[in-house]
């Protein structure tokens, strides 16, 4: 037969004595007669709160509870045994690991007749839903001085683990990165650094206690020249982002050079908030160009077409780290059969989203968009660097070029699929960190107006020719991240005609939610750009995007909402 306290303040059913039924010979009543009388009083304001509050006797019985303790430790708390606390919950220490000492959790030093503040502990258990809390325990002894009754609160702090353990993940993603990251804080003077990953203490020497707190200028102090410093500091105060290659000497080693890449993050009114840099090795990268160099200067007399063709690569590598300075297209190439017209709207200061368009060589150009799950600082991060490793830059570490395979070093443009592969075994799948990207890559050629393409998990591009708009076929292949390193890609080709039009978008255009649930969807995109199939790509591109804002109807933006559109000319 379960025990059941005479003292127990009952619920008020209507029968309006409430718990003034309580025998008040029976401790602790007996000693302080008006202490129930004031618990039901005071019902309704404890009912309100949102902490669980209740009081226990010494041997463990519940004497009294809130709604907030029925809801958190179950609707029959009030009857449970004192011997049942150690068998009805399973407990977790802060650690996350199982507590083999019942006797050190707060919850039972509490029932012993402890005073405890503020201690953590996890709670679980059938009926119940698995929580985090922070216990807090006074007792009230008796004249002998031993424990009669006491009250406990227990607040639910999942919210502040949650949060815990999302900036911890962060940290992981960032420490992680094989480039060195800084983070500084444009809004105060000198723009002090804020954050600094463990790679930045192998690229630049620093430590990140030496790192932190100073301006932001002490990344320009081993600048290749003056002139380049100069120029980025311009750059930067302008609201651009800036790059240049730094030199520093390790040892007996040699020289060591970085290239240093700061971007400017803008909030909502386009003022900058912070600068976000990016410091890469690229030794291997001015080695290969010192020996081209050196290559070209000896056969220069004797092989023109030797000559001509470096000639050629050094221009190369020089477009690609001119587009490198920007994250996105700042300025579209300007090719005579295409025309190109994009849009990227962040739902938060920092986006996950990503686009590109890279001038492969004289017929070939690459367009790229990606998506990373989640948002704020770690996807924006991996973005970052996945988009630095899509620059143009013939070598044998490029993804976007492979070498032909003939005498010399003679490279082509590698094909989607395999530069899908490449990331895919570059990123592979974290436990830690929970992240992958989906992606779509695609190779347009504009002597033969072909357009090859491969999709990991994005979704495929539109098609609108002669007033009509359809989804093209996509892969089915899975996100980078997510499936094997060693699995392949299937790519798709299309041919184009003059007057045609491609849209690479992420979807956060489909996903965008109006106040009812209802998702913008693919058909409604489809009817959009039907009807505006004869305005300019630019506006297409624009009224789009202003549809889907008007679709929310004023609501909070839940993904990033990125498109690339290019047109074929005549």
Not at 39 to 47: C, E, I, K, P, S
Not at 106 to 111: D, G, W
Not at 532 to 541: F, I, M, R
Request: charged fraction near 25%; glycine fraction near 8%; include cysteine.
């Amino acid at each position: 037969m379960r025990y059941t306290p005479t003292y127990h303040l009952a619920p008020d059913h209507g029968n309006g004595n409430g718990g003034a039924g309580a025998d008040v010979s029976t401790p602790p009543v007996q000693s302080h007669p008006g202490l129930f009388e004031q618990l039901r009083g005071a019902q309704r304001v404890f009912d309100a709160i949102g902490d669980a509050f209740l009081v226990v006797d010494q041997p463990g019985h519940v004497l009294y509870c809130n709604n907030a303790a029925r809801s958190l430790l179950g609707k029959d708390i009030e009857s449970i045994e004192p011997g049942e606390w150690r068998t009805r919950f399973r407990y977790r220490l802060p650690d996350g690991s199982l507590s083999r000492n019942l006797d050190e959790l707060p919850l039972m030093r509490a029932l012993r007749g402890e005073a405890v503040t503020r201690q953590e502990m996890h709670l679980s258990g059938e009926g119940i839903r698995e929580v985090w809390v922070s216990v807090s325990a006074r007792p009230v002894n008796n004249e002998a001085g031993q424990f009669e009754w006491g009250y406990l609160i227990l607040r639910d702090i999942n919210l502040r683990k949650w949060s815990e353990e999302k900036m911890r993940l962060h940290n992981h993603a960032m420490d992680s990165a094989s480039d060195g990251i800084v983070i500084a804080d444009a809004l105060q003077n000198e723009q002090p650094i804020i954050y600094v990953n463990e790679g930045v203490e192998r690229l630049m020497g620093y430590s990140r206690d030496e790192a932190l707190d100073q301006p932001l200028d002490v990344l320009f102090d081993s600048a290749v020249e003056d002139e380049e410093s100069a120029r980025a500091r311009e750059e930067l105060s302008k609201g651009m982002p800036a790059t240049l290659e730094l030199q520093q000497q390790r040892g007996d080693d040699g020289p060591t050079w970085t290239r240093l890449s700061i971007t400017p993050v803008h909030d909502r009114t386009d003022s900058v908030t912070h600068f976000i840099a990016i410091l890469s090795d690229i030794s291997d990268l001015i080695e290969t160009e010192r020996r081209l160099q050196e290559a070209t200067e000896e056969l220069e007399a004797a092989n023109a077409k030797i000559t001509q063709a470096n000639h050629r690569m050094k221009r190369d590598l020089e477009a690609a780290a001119k587009v490198q300075r920007n994250l996105l297209p700042s300025a579209l190439p300007e090719i005579e059969c295409l025309r190109f017209a994009w849009s990227l709207k962040a739902s938060e200061e920092l986006s996950g989203d990503i686009l590109n368009v890279i001038h492969l060589d004289d017929e070939n150009v690459g367009m790229y968009i990606l998506d990373v799950t989640g948002h704020g600082v770690a996807s924006s991060m991996l973005s970052v660097t996945v988009s630095h490793l899509l620059t143009p830059i013939r070598s044998a570490t490029s993804l976007v070029f492979e070498r032909s395979g003939g005498p010399g070093q003679v490279y082509r443009v590698a094909s989607p699929g395999k530069v899908a592969m490449r990331l895919s075994r570059r990123f592979r799948w974290d436990l830690e960190t929970g992240q992958f990207f989906t992606f779509l890559y695609g190779v347009l050629n504009c002597r033969e107006q072909t357009f090859h393409y491969a999709c990991a998990g994005h979704p495929p591009p539109i098609l609108v020719a002669d007033g009509e708009a359809r989804p093209l076929e996509g892969t089915g292949d899975l996100p980078i991240g997510l499936g094997s390193p060693r699995a392949s890609f299937e790519e798709t080709q299309i041919n184009l005609d003059p007057g045609n039009r491609l849209y690479l978008y992420s979807d956060g255009m489909e996903e965008a939610m109006n106040p009812q649930g209802e998702l913008f969807g693919v058909e409604r995109m489809l009817h959009h750009l039907r009807e505006h199939a004869g305005s300019s790509l630019k506006e297409s591109v624009n009224k789009l995007v202003e549809r889907t804002r008007e679709w929310r109807e004023g609501g909070r933006q839940g993904d990033d909402m990125s498109v690339l559109a290019v047109e074929v000319r005549g």
